[in-house]
């Protein structure tokens, strides 16, 4: 594919994880004719032709190794001058109380590195491109967003090392936002229950619910609202923007 030969007004958006829930959900909201939109999927999903059919970009790419996360580097570095935004999104939520769950060992390295090493990676690698969308525009700053989760600010008796995760991520926001400053704004999204899995029992549901004071499972839209706040802003930076539905106060 050639390099666009207009980069700011072409400049991609890059999100993690987007063949489902919130990630497919960001991608159809943002994608437009001047910021397309780049999705990258790890299992096939019924939602990918959707994507193909309205221009969005699809990747494949299993992210659970470095040498994996190194190739999507370097294809998108193959393809494009310059990125607008990158939105990790990308995650598991594997929980130590299952009782066929994996290995402490396994959870704990597999949390981390889709969590915390596959962002670090990524924004190292493609943080010139984010650099160079700003350059191009002018008066714009690119966007680093992780999605996260409130439970950093309290761990989770059930999700550990996935709580110990999202919070070295939240972590890497605080950093990568010192330095990569001006150019691009880096933050977290912290949320609490968007929405449940297919899996969910009612008794569970009831149980989740009742964990806010909003008492809402508020589907994938609010996160969409979340990373569209971030992008329009030209003055947050390295911050947490929490859509919890006043759990802390529950
Ligand atoms: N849903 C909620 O209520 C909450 C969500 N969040 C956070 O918000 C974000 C979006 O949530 P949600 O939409 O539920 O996320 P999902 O659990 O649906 O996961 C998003 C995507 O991540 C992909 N993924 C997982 N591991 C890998 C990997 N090793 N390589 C490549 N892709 C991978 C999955 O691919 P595949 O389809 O192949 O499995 C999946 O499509 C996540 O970061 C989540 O932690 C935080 C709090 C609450
Ligand atoms: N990657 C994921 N992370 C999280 C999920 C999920 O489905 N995938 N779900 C939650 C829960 O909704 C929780 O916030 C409330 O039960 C958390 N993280």
């Not at 990918?48 to 699809?58: A, F, K, S």
């Not at 570095?77 to 396994?106: C, D, F, G, T, V």
């Not at 409130?150 to 709580?163: L, M, N, T, V």
């Not at 449940?196 to 009831?206: G, P, R, S, T, V």
Request: hydrophobic letters at 40%.
């Amino acid at each position: 594919m050639e390099k666009p030969s207009n980069p700011a007004s072409q400049s991609p958006i890059l999100i993690t994880g987007g063949g489902q829930r919130l990630g497919l959900a960001a991608a159809l909201a943002l994608h437009s004719e001047t910021t397309p939109v780049i999705v990258t999927y790890r299992n096939n999903t019924r939602h990918l032709d959707q994507l193909q059919r309205l221009g969005i970009q699809t990747i494949h790419a299993d992210l659970s190794t470095t040498g994996a996360v190194l190739a999507l580097v370097q294809t998108i570095k193959q393809q494009y001058n310059s990125l607008r935004a990158i939105i990790h999104n990308a995650s598991e939520w594997l929980s130590e109380a299952k009782e066929q769950s994996e290995s402490p060992e396994m959870i704990f390295d597999r949390m981390m590195h889709i969590h915390a090493k596959v962002p670090y990676l990524i924004n190292r690698q493609l943080s010139p491109l984010l650099k160079q969308f700003a350059e191009y525009s002018g008066d714009c700053s690119a966007d680093i967003i992780h999605m996260t989760d409130f439970i950093i600010e309290k761990g989770s008796k059930k999700h550990i090392a996935y709580a110990a995760s999202k919070a070295a991520l939240h972590n890497l926001t605080l950093s990568f936002a010192a330095q990569l400053a001006p150019n691009i704004k880096v933050n977290s999204i912290a949320p609490a229950l968007l929405m449940f899995n297919e899996h969910d029992d009612e008794a569970y549901k009831q149980h989740a619910l009742q964990k806010s004071l909003m008492k809402l499972a508020p589907g994938e839209q609010e996160g969409v609202k979340a990373i569209r706040y971030l992008l329009d802003s030209d003055y947050i930076t390295g911050r947490s923007l929490s859509i919890d539905g006043g759990r802390h106060l529950a």
